[in-house]
């Protein structure tokens, strides 16, 4: 079952704005799917951040050697980190008494932790809390060291955009320190927050402000976006090209269903004529003039039929891609003198020819059939679309670039708005009150397409009213 070409296009532009639907819903959700992945990094940075100072923070104490009522033990080894702090007070019968108090860190925690459950994780969470709260009543918080640890575990992860870190006091919400990896940066109102409260009684929390991190998000997505632009520019193209050729396929036959009838009424008219002379000499009794006569319209007719069967056919040779010309050299003057004389003869309106030449005796190289076809349809056409009468001049010469030829008439002339489709296949111009201008639009493609195969060039000049003028061009 045939379907109608406007279902078709439509079905063809759904398909194609459902594929870009979905490539859209695709593409925004792996954008969400990033930026929350990112959002996620950053806060785990800001974690890690906080258990590196830590780390620092031990290491500081065990470098230190203290004095007084304070003193540390600290050990370390592949994967842990112990801090003993005793403590050391005197009572009245001078006896001393020594509290300890013992922390352990596990290293890295978080390259584990996030692979293992919510309650595992909130677990190792609340470790490193609990030990935040031990440590920090012996050393204060490094908040510059924090935020060098923060900005190096941001890069590792792709992130340069500047930040601003700050230790909240949250019982009063004062800020108690601040620091930057660039002077100059000041947050803006649309600058992401992230909240990381470090110790078990909620007393402080750290709060990173950085800018919207949306450029990061498509730096990442580049690659994919690229891609995904490519892919929708050539299925555009396709359909539109599917689109295109669907149009030219159906005007193609309905130009062709044109010609058909067209061509149809050509071969049958000087058949039915040759046919009803024939039928006429062989019924009735005839004298010699008129059986002359009778013969004469046969013979015209049969050689309009042969002309129309050699034109279908040159037609059909040219459209095969072993296709070749045969050139040879050709006298041009004489092969103008012949059609000129042939097309007085046929022509059925009077004819007058003007030939000039610039040189005499000019030889071409060319392929004798088919520029003979040709020039004998630029002299046709001059004949054909004229009024009463015919009057066409021909003018040769020679170029640098080859040999010049033109045929200029004064007749009807061609539109500005339909010159560019006169080469067109089956293509035929509006006549206006000619109604008796026979023709199946293949004369002038024909001359294109044999002209440019010579490696020449075809022009025409025309004004409706008064006439028109065809320069052919073809290499010497």
Known sequence: MKLPFKVIATLIVLSLAGIFAYQAYWLTDLYSTLKKELEDKIMLSVRRSDYNEMVCRIQTLQREERHGEISSIVTQS??????????????????????????????????????????????????????????????????????????????????????????????????????????????????LVFDYSFNLNNKHLYRVRLEPIDSIVWK????????????????????????????????????????????THELKTPLAVAYAANDAMLNFE??????????????????????????????????????????EAIN????????????????????????KYA????????????????????????????????????????????????????????PADKLELIYDRFYRVPTGNLHDVKGYGLGLYYVKTMVEKHGGTITVQSTPGKGSEFTIQIPG
Request: with cysteine; net charge negative.
């Open 332 to 355: 041009l003057e004489e092969m103008i003198d012949s059609l000129t004389r042939q097309h007085t003869l046929k022509a059925d309106k009077p004819v007058e020819f003007s030939v």
């Open 78 to 191: 592949a994967d842990t980190v112990t801090v003993v702090t005793q403590t050391t007070e005197e009572s009245n019968e001078q006896d001393a008494y020594v509290e300890s108090t013992t922390a352990t860190l596990t290293a890295s925690p978080f390259t584990t932790i996030i692979k293992q459950n919510n309650n595992l994780e909130l677990l190792a969470l609340s470790v490193q809390k609990g030990i935040h709260s031990a440590l920090d009543d012996y050393i204060e918080i490094n908040i510059q060291v924090y935020d060098s640890l923060l900005t190096e575990s941001l890069r590792e992860d792709g992130i340069t955009t500047p930040h601003l870190t700050e230790l909240i006091n949250m019982r009063d919400s004062t800020i108690e320190a601040t620091c930057t990896n660039d002077s100059m940066y000041v947050p803006t109102n649309k600058a």
């Open 286 to 327: 005839q004298t010699e003039v008129k059986r002359k006569e009778y013969m004469q319209v046969i013979q015209n007719q049969l050689k309009h039929l042969s002309e129309l069967i050699e034109h279908i056919l040159s037609m059909s040779m040219e459209s095969r891609k072993n296709f070749r010309l045969h050139p």
């Open 359 to 414: 040189t005499h005796g000019l030889i071409i190289h060319a392929d004798r059939v088919h520029l003979y076809n040709v020039l004998s349809n630029l002299l046709d056409n001059a004949i054909k679309y004229s009024r009463d009468s015919a009057q066409v001049d021909i003018s040769v010469w020679k170029t640098p670039e080859g040999i010049k030829l033109s045929v200029k008439d004064k007749g009807i002339g061609i």
């Open 220 to 263: 990442q997505m580049t690659g994919i976006l690229l891609t995904s632009a490519a892919i929708v520019l050539l299925l555009a193209f396709s359909f539109y090209y599917l689109i295109h050729t669907i149009l030219r396929q159906k005007t193609l036959e309905e130009m062709k269903a044109d010609f058909t009838n067209n061509i």
